[in-house]
């Protein structure tokens, strides 16, 4: 069945790094979303991806699909404490089949 | 408050008993979920409803029971749960579903 990897596991960066987290899919998908969980907290929706090579930018995040469709990348730019949690990617293969959810790279971030 | 409320936030039962879980979206929404998490596992979706109609049962044991009376309600019947079952419950609603989930704050349950 669809899978979604992402990559890293963890990362815990010094305030003001950049950060990226990178997520692979099995097949093509006809679109990608992106969620944040603070601690403690429960997915919260950041936005959707649809065209290939899409680039979307929320202040100091950036979201990318990928060309073929099959992966994506969220990066922060200049990282604050704010941003502690976990981002989590999920895929859609077409409209109506399950949103398939990866396993979310946590994010810690040094003051 | 997201517009999708859970309760209760945290639930403690035996293999024995019987609860529910209940989930109301204030947000006119067409599709509701139940998803489970498990820590250091991705995010399972166990049920989806769309126009009060379920459309997906991923492989769900049947000691997990949903129920839609109608779009803005949604529930998970439990009986004669395992102490594997303990994780963190959440109900997701969207429109149409093809668009962002809105998640609820989820009920911790642990099994004892």
């Known amino acids: 069945g669809q899978q979604v990897m992402q990559i890293p596991q963890y990362q815990h960066v010094q305030e003001g790094e950049d950060f990226t987290t990178y997520c692979n899919s099995s097949?093509?998908?006809?679109?990608i979303q992106w969620y944040k969980q603070r601690p403690g907290g429960h997915p919260v929706f950041l936005i959707q991806?649809?065209?290939?090579?899409e680039v979307k930018k929320q202040k100091r995040l950036t979201f990318q699909f990928g060309e073929a469709k099959k992966n994506s990348s969220l990066h922060i730019t200049a990282t604050q404490t704010t941003d502690v949690g976990t981002y989590f990617c999920?895929?859609?293969?077409?409209?109506?089949?399950?949103?398939?959810f990866g396993a979310g790279t946590i994010l810690r971030v040094k003051s | 408050e997201t517009g999708v409320t859970q309760t209760p936030r945290h639930l403690v039962m035996g293999m024995t008993n019987k609860k529910s879980l209940k989930c109301e979206q204030h947000?006119?929404?067409?599709?509701m979920y139940w998803y489970k998490q498990s820590a250091k596992k991705p995010l399972e979706l166990m049920f989806v409803?769309?126009?009060?109609?379920?459309?997906e049962n991923n492989s769900v044991p049947s000691r997990f029971s949903p129920e839609c009376p109608n779009s803005s309600h949604l529930f998970l019947h439990l009986h004669t749960l395992q102490p594997e079952d303990s994780a963190l419950y959440l109900c997701?609603?969207?429109?149409?579903?093809?668009?962002?989930?809105?998640f609820g704050s989820g009920t911790r349950l642990t099994v004892v």
């Open positions: 997701a609603s969207s429109q149409d579903r093809g668009y962002g989930y809105t």
């Open positions: 097949t093509t998908l006809s679109n």
């Open positions: 991806l649809v065209k290939s090579g």
């Open positions: 999920a895929g859609r293969a077409g409209y109506g089949n399950k949103l398939v």
């Open positions: 947000l006119g929404h067409n599709a």
């Open positions: 409803y769309s126009l009060e109609e379920r459309v």
